[in-house]
């Protein structure tokens, strides 16, 4: 039996659902050889960023694309697998600095080479889709912010 959509804003809804899971898979399955979900990578590309540099949970957190993660349990399962280190700040022996290992960072690197082409997701759109698409998602997250 066919879906009934009450009308075009449902069936955008269900289209962006089913476009961000279809992205999130895609994804997946390109990490999935490397032992790394789409958070976990997220996280080290985040940490990549700020190379040598480290970032406390709140700070990567903010600069996170899923506003729902559990810090926590995600960046224990990076430590497990000898990825990111926690330290203690020296300046405030109350926060914990996160930072990725000289092997960590190379790792990472290695794995964002095979994601130079990621865009032939969508590289059938032209460049005014593109940018439409771009405003349209930003105006929708915007007003969700309100």
């Known amino acids: ?35 790394l979900s789409v958070q976990q990578y997220i996280t080290l590309r985040r940490l990549s960023e700020v190379y040598p540099n480290s970032l406390t949970a709140g700070e990567l957190k903010e600069k996170m694309n899923d506003i729902n993660s559990d810090m926590t349990r995600l960046t224990d399962r990076l430590v497990a697998k000898n990825l990111i280190v926690r330290e203690v700040d020296p300046q405030n022996r109350r926060r914990v600095n996160l930072r990725l290992t000289e092997e960590s960072y190379q790792f990472v690197e290695t794995v964002a080479t095979n994601f130079k082409n990621f865009e032939s997701i969508v590289s059938h759109l032209t460049d005014e889709e593109v940018r439409i698409m771009n405003t349209l998602l930003e105006k929708i997250r915007n007003q969700a912010v309100k």
């Open 1 to 35: 039996m066919k879906e009934q959509l009450v009308n075009e804003y449902h069936r955008l809804i269900k289209n962006l659902h089913q476009t961000d899971s279809y992205i999130f898979n895609y994804f997946g399955q390109k990490l999935a050889p490397f032992d």
